[in-house]
Every structure is written in C-alpha cells, then in structure tokens.
C-alpha cells in the first residue's frame, strides 16, 4: 500500500502558531485516484452537501486510506503528539454553479472533544479563490474562544444558534462583515495537496462560482494525544461514546487509535 507525504519540516512550529498549514503534494497519485474513484461512487447516495460523512466506518478506500495511507503519522508529526486518534470523515463536493457557502466557523465546539483536534483537507481538484477555496484566520485557533454552534440553510446561511443559554459559548462574531479588521488566508490548491488546520480555528469557504470546475474535497478529523472526552461540548451525538468517561483521553472502539510513537 502506498505510504502518502511523511516529510514535514518546519510545519509543526508553523502549526503552533497559525492553527492551519498546507502540505503541498500529500498524496501519492495512487491515492489521489483511489479517492477520486471513492468519491464518484459516494456521490451516487444523492445526499445534501453537508451530509456526506463517516464513510471511513465501512470497509472500503476512505477506511484504507484513514488506516494505511500514513496519515496518521503526518497528522502526529505537524501537532506534535505521541499518538493519533480516528474521529470522523467528510467529503465536501462544490460543482460547478453551487452556490452554497460554508459560513465562517469553528469545528470543535459542535464535537464533545477537548484539547487538540486536527482536521486534514485533501484537495481532490485544483481549488482557487473561484470554486470555493477554504480561508482561514491565522491564530484564531489560540484565541481561546469557545463559538456557540448554529443551524445553516441550504446555502451555508446562518438559521439560528443551539445551546442559546449554555455560558461555555459565546456568540460568534460576525467575520465577514469584520474581514477587514483580520488577517485571511487562503491557498490555491493543486490536487493532492492537504490543509491540516485546528478544530479551533476560524474558518470559511465560498460557493463555486466557476461553470466547469468542480471542487471536491476529502477531509478526516483525528484527536492528538491531549485530546480528551467532554460529552459536556458539542451537539454532535453521533460523536458521543458511552464507554468513555468525561476526561478520558478520545480513544475507544469506535474511535480508533491509528498511529503512535
Ligand atoms: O469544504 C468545505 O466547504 C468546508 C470544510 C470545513 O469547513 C471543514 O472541513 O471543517
């Protein structure tokens, strides 16, 4: 089996302080193929854009890939941890003319996890600024704030917060109408190439706006070794596990430990 980009350099001090980095050329064309072949055939289910998650729990190329591709180790290596844990897949497909948005947001706080998360973001086609690139804030990661989780329309809109009276929350400013007051960043994306970025970090994208560009995008999340159970956060109950205990390092059946030192 292939073994995918495990040179990581200067990136886990890069990751420390921006809470998102680019790996350029992560994946091996195998896996490129593999998962473009994966994503086609997922795309068959007809779901909303949002929905298309988890597929990593059947047997199949998105759980080869989470298990025996190394990116375990890659993820270990950019946050700098002993071990890397299994959470969840997602698969992110903008065609041409999508007008939805994925609105500015943080992850975590939907998910009952604590501590470090790591998501990587695996372009699957060449991705710009026109169909739908991820931005990011740089070190909002670190800002310490815990954003309250929202419902979104159709279009990545705004609909209404959860847990409204729930203090670990605070409601989420509102960055695109402030993007000038902060630092935005945004890469264009070759295929292959894979954004490892902080469950904490403030982030984006736009719909697609071109006609004949897809934009299709694989992402994983993975706990690092400090990342602990906190079934008090998140409204995430697929992501809850009754065989943890409140504090527990994020680990279990269900959620796998992929890589450790
Ligand atoms: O690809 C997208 O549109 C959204 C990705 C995202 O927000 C995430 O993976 O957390």
Redesign the pocket.
């Known amino acids: 089996m292939d073994i995918i980009k495990t040179e990581t350099g200067h990136l886990a001090e890069e990751y420390k302080r921006e809470g998102v980095v680019v790996v350029r050329g992560a994946l091996t064309p195998f896996w490129l193929d593999q998962l473009r072949a994966a994503v086609e055939q997922e795309l068959k289910r007809g779901e909303r ?1 949002f929905a298309y998650r988890n597929m990593r729990t059947n047997p199949g190329i998105f759980q080869d890939f989470c298990l025996k591709s190394g990116v375990g180790r890659l993820v270990a290596d950019i946050g700098g941890s002993d071990w890397t844990s299994l959470i969840f897949d ?1 698969m ?1 497909v ?1 065609e041409p003319g999508t007008k ?1 948005q ?1 609105g500015w ?1 943080t ?1 975590q706080p939907y998910w009952p996890v604590a501590g470090p998360i790591i ?1 990587t ?1 695996i372009a699957l086609d060449a991705v710009d600024a026109n169909n ?1 690139a ?1 931005e990011f804030i740089p070190g909002s990661h670190a800002w310490g704030q815990k954003y309250r989780p929202f419902t979104t329309d159709q279009l990545g809109g705004f609909v209404d917060y959860v847990k409204k009276d729930d203090p670990q929350y605070v409601d989420m400013p509102d960055f695109e109408a402030e993007r000038d007051q902060h630092r935005v960043v945004q890469w264009d994306l070759e295929p292959g190439d894979l954004l490892a ?1 902080d469950g904490f970090i403030v ?3 736009m719909g697609n706006r071109t006609s004949i560009r897809r ?1 299709r ?1 694989y ?1 994983v999340r993975f706990g690092l070794d400090q990342a602990r159970y906190d079934p008090d956060q998140g409204v995430a109950e697929w992501l809850e596990d009754d065989l943890l205990s409140p504090g527990a390092p994020y680990v279990s059946q269900k959620f796998p430990q992929i890589f450790a030192r």
Do not use: V
């Open positions: 854009y997602q992110f903008k939805t994925t947001h992850d998501t973001w739908g991820l970025f982030h984006s994208a934009r995008g992402a």
